[in-house]
């Protein structure tokens, strides 16, 4: 199957007993048995719901995967991931990654004894400088958030697996999803995903997922997701599976939408930097070409006007854009990474890396183009 019928059909069967089109919400907590232990495939809906299989079987289709996982959140997605590891061992991560995840890592796993090097991905010896023979996993995230930033993933698949080839390399594809770009293509063992993001793409559920190629690391997994619990519900994994078929046409969407927004704000007056991966000026934007379809919807951006009381000017006054957390819905958000998303990075590592105050991050909607780029040349020109 292409990728446009994939996430229609891939793994998806109609039900059997009435041959519905769509899962039914299977609104259970678990199922009846014949005798201990003779049941028909589900026993608790902690371990799995027909529901929620549907929609795990269609994550791991779109990703080209052999399994798919659904869990409560992203981040309950990045903690299953984390628990694989033991005491004392190593992550390698990229130094622009959303604020949660830097939390998460910082504040709950450290304490447990992992122990974390934040690098710049742009040169892939900055990785292979950092691994160890305690070096368990690295922490991709590409496009990053928020500042757009893209990681070589074959390159450094490949460099990292030259070194040692038990080292797992995750992948956050959250921004990009897998219409954009496919990391277990290119060599990576784990995608990760926001699924709250781009995969259910109506701002109507929070959910998280990950998709891997390999039976053995898939066992684990489920292992982790069913001894820690942070499962999909089933109501969310009907909404995420219905906003997954149509996920080639938002992200076409998307795409228009934030290369237009992109152009717009490099040609604007009251505006500095633009960090879109489409853009020609962008660093990584050969690296892109080589590893995306296309550059999807997420543009950040520097007003000339540095101060705070500018920025906070511009997001009071968008009306198309929503001043709110979160992306990848279909409707368009503003988000001022240094008070919102990435607050709990201490400020001086976030000025390190130029999460300033004067930075804004856009989460371009699938609206008319006209009104959006209405809508930000009016808040602007304020
Ligand atoms: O919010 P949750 O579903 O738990 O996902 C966490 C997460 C993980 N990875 C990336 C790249 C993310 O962007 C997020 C969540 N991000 C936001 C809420 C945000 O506005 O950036």
Redesign the pocket.
């Given at each position: 199957m292409k990728f446009n019928t994939k996430t229609i059909h891939g793994g998806q069967q109609h039900e059997e007993a009435t041959g519905a089109v769509m899962p039914p919400v299977f609104f259970t907590s678990t199922y009846a048995q014949s005798s201990p232990g003779q049941h028909k495939g589900y026993e608790y809906s902690r371990g799995a719901n027909p529901t929620r299989t549907a929609l795990e079987n269609s994550f791991a289709a779109i990703e080209g995967g052999s399994h798919g996982f659904a869990f409560s959140?992203?981040?309950?997605a990045?903690d299953c991931v984390l628990r694989l590891l033991n005491p004392g061992d190593e992550i390698i991560a990229g130094d622009d990654?959303?604020?949660?995840?830097y939390r998460m890592f910082t504040r709950l796993f450290k304490k447990y004894g992992l122990e974390f090097s934040f690098v710049d991905m742009n040169d892939v010896a900055n990785v292979t400088d950092k691994i160890t023979e305690k070096t368990k996993l690295v922490w991709l995230?590409t496009p990053t958030?928020?500042l757009m930033k893209i990681a070589d993933i074959q390159v450094i698949t490949a460099a990292v697996k030259d070194v040692d080839d038990s080292i797992l390399v995750a992948v956050?594809n959250?921004?990009a999803t897998p219409y954009l770009q496919q990391p277990l293509s290119l060599g990576a063992d784990i995608v990760?995903h926001?699924?709250?993001?781009y995969l259910g793409g109506h701002s109507d559920l929070?959910?998280?997922a990950l998709m891997v190629n390999n039976a053995k690391l898939a066992e684990d997994l489920h292992f982790i997701q069913f001894a820690a619990g942070a499962v999909a519900g089933p109501m969310d994994s009907f909404l995420a599976l219905r906003g997954v078929k149509t996920l080639h046409i938002r992200m076409q969407r998307h795409s228009e939408n934030g290369r237009a927004v992109a152009n717009f704000l490099k040609n604007h007056s009251k505006v500095d930097e633009v960090y879109y991966p489409g853009l020609e000026e962008h660093p990584n934007h050969n690296i892109a070409k080589k590893q995306m379809k296309d550059f999807g919807g997420m543009v950040s951006f520097r007003l000339k006007d540095k101060s705070k009381e500018a920025a906070f000017k511009f997001l009071e006054n968008t009306h198309v854009f929503t001043l709110a957390?979160?992306?990848g819905g279909v409707e368009s958000l503003v988000?001022h990474p240094s008070t919102?998303?990435h607050a709990s990075i201490p400020e001086v590592e976030r000025l390190k890396i130029g999460i300033t105050d004067s930075l804004i991050r856009l989460s371009v909607g699938i609206e008319d183009e006209d009104d959006l780029l209405q809508d930000l040349d009016k808040a602007l020109n304020l």
């Open positions: 959140s992203g981040l309950s990045i990654l959303y604020g949660g995840t995230e958030n928020p956050d959250t921004f990760m926001s699924a709250t993001k929070v959910m998280g957390e979160s992306l988000n919102m998303t």
